[in-house]
């Protein structure tokens, strides 16, 4: 297998955002922990054997415990979690799932599967790790995050040298994901978009905010060489001329997919035969039915 994302250098930097934890920097993980809380607080059920699997942060699973709807969680990650006790936390690698086989009955992945190099893999991990009928919850970046950020570094690098290096990670869209789901033998798979866009006064704020959130490049096949202070000028002047807003702010991406899925069991809804219907759709739109040409 191929390995796309450096996951000792993932474990660098976050242990380096750890270490030097700037109040606010975890706006981001904030914004999709109070997002996932709220989904799971319309679910009418409670889960007494939850786990968070690689979140870096114990917000989401703070605010889930919050809603009411569940005990308390086991964490499985690669670092020590602040604040949660050593017996509650299972280390492992991002593309590993160490929990036993039908053990969860929910499970919440928060800004982790972008940054796995076997995302199918790992996806059928979570669901044999629940109980039949257990829920899965999971946020990760999806295609054009930091698209803004992307087309202004290739831009200036490839001006200012001739060529240009992958800097920013590649992202699954929406439908990738929820094919993905589908393929791990989830039940009744869901996907959405939740679109956050974040405005800073310059180019250098936003690579401050990533650098606090452990959240820059990973990847294997990235360049050794640092970027010129002239293309790092020059991809913040290329920003700001295209992607600005009349205040003089630029905007930066970050398009959240939402992904649900619950591991069989008989008792869940199924779709019904083709041709069972006892209404016509017609009826109930108060319409003439027609035909389609064949």
């Not at 934890?21 to 904030?30: H, I, K, M, N």
């Not at 570094?153 to 060529?163: F, H, M, N, V």
């Not at 050794?224 to 913040?236: D, I």
């Not at 398009?255 to 779709?271: D, F, M, R, T, Y």
């Amino acid at each position: 297998m191929d390995r796309l994302f450096d996951h000792t250098l993932l474990r660098q930097r976050r242990l380096r955002a750890l270490a030097g934890f700037e109040p606010g920097a975890d706006f981001l993980v904030r914004r999709i922990a109070e997002d996932m809380a709220e989904r799971l607080s319309v679910v009418e059920r409670q889960f007494q054997h939850p786990a968070q699997v690689h979140g870096g942060l114990p917000l989401v699973a703070a605010m889930m415990k919050a809603t009411d709807k569940t005990a308390d969680f086991t964490y499985v990650d690669m670092c020590t979690i602040p604040g949660i006790d050593q017996e509650r936390q299972v280390f492992a690698e991002p593309d590993l799932v160490p929990l036993e086989p039908g053990s969860a009955d929910l499970i919440v992945s928060p800004l982790a599967l972008h940054v796995t190099n076997d995302t199918p893999g790992v996806l059928v991990q979570l669901r044999r790790a629940l109980k039949p009928d257990g829920l899965l919850l999971a946020a990760a970046p999806g295609a054009g995050t930091l698209g803004e950020l992307r087309e202004s570094l290739l831009s200036a690098e490839s001006e200012l040298t001739g060529g240009a290096n992958a800097r920013i990670h590649p992202f699954a869209d929406i439908r990738d994901y929820g094919a993905l789901l589908q393929r791990a033998g989830f039940a009744l798979p869901v996907t959405d978009i939740d679109d956050i866009v974040v405005r800073y006064a310059d180019m250098f704020a936003l690579l401050r905010d990533l650098r606090a959130m452990g959240m820059t490049s990973i990847l294997t096949d990235r360049s050794r060489k640092p970027l010129s202070r002239q293309v790092f000028l020059r991809a913040a002047q290329i920003y700001a001329e295209r992607f600005s807003d009349p205040d003089g702010r630029i905007r930066a991406s970050f398009p959240i997919v939402h992904l649900s899925g619950w591991a069989p069991h008989e008792n869940q809804q199924k779709p019904l035969k083709p041709g069972s219907a006892k209404a016509r759709l017609a009826d109930a739109l108060k319409t003439p039915e027609q035909k389609l040409p064949r």
